[in-house]
């Protein structure tokens, strides 16, 4: 692809945009384990940043994760709790900093027209932190990945979605982002 179209189509790395169902909805007891499932991606749907998600680049997604942890390598997925401000001023958004590994993704998969993942929270300074917040009912997960990003009237098609992270946020700062 030449560069001038690669431009145009706004290769684009980005905190997605469609908030994950946030905790505030369902009493913070359902959230009190160490696991849990969350909806991060609706498929085929106009989501509340204008974009559109293909089911064919989501099933896309959810085979390179299953093919990721089935390889030799046996690569982890894992995912970051920070605030809004930590994104902002986050130099390189495509890489996962340990210091804010909170959680690691277990599985992912689509159910009727949402993509799901199990998020385990993990033994680590920011997973404590989230393990908490999570029980009071107060954090959001979003999906942060790279993509080409198609716009048409103002809605935006995602082509060639690649995952990098599930990330946790406050529910109050999910909004800002």
Known sequence: MERRNFLK???????FGFAAKCFGTKPAESYSKKEFFVNIIQVDKLNGNSRIYPRKVIEKVVDDFQKSLDSERGTSFYGEFFTAEDMRK???????????????????FISGDCLFARIKI??????KILSDLCKEGKICFRPRGVCSIFADNGIKMIKDFKLISVDALLESEAACL
């Open 9 to 15: 189509t706004v290769a684009a790395i980005l905190p």
């Open 90 to 108: 986050s130099q390189n958004k495509s890489i996962v900093v340990f210091s804010n590994i909170s959680h690691s993704i277990e599985e992912l």
């Open 122 to 127: 993990l033994d680590t300074p920011r997973g």
